[in-house]
């Protein structure tokens, strides 16, 4: 009886160990241009009709950058974005995609 509660223990923490250790390495290589982009840490915004005040409050975006957005509006796609805007770029748009919506 003591050995099947000691193998099932020890399986229990291999396979919790296993997910803990397997999600940290999975969140380093997350980071890649491969992977899917995080969620937006606020409810996305149209970038062409959101104010400066709801530009602001995504992270990364500031007032002067929430300014140049409503400046070079209207906006079709996300490339357009990146080619009126000074400040959002082929790098950084990545953490925005997710933020933005273009309807």
């Known amino acids: 009886m003591k050995s ?5 223990a020890l399986a229990s923490l291999a396979i919790a ?3 803990v250790f397997g999600q940290s390495g999975s ?9 899917a982009p995080a969620a ?13 005040a709801d530009l602001d ?9 929430a300014e140049a957005i409503i ?7 996300e490339a357009e974005l990146v080619a009126k805007v000074k400040g959002i770029g082929e790098k950084n ?7 933005f919506l273009y309807k």
């Not at 099947?4 to 099932?8: D, S």
């Not at 409050?57 to 950058?65: C, F």
């Not at 748009?93 to 933020?99: A, D, H, L, S």
């Open 4 to 8: 099947k509660f000691l193998v099932l």
């Open 17 to 19: 160990g296993a997910s």
């Open 27 to 35: 969140t380093k290589t997350g980071s890649s241009s491969s992977s």
């Open 40 to 52: 937006c840490a606020v409810k996305p915004v149209n970038v062409n009709t959101a104010t400066a």
């Open 57 to 65: 409050k995504i992270p990364g975006i500031g007032m002067k950058t």
């Open 71 to 77: 400046k070079g509006r209207p906006y079709k796609d």
């Open 93 to 99: 748009i990545v953490k925005f995609r997710p933020c």
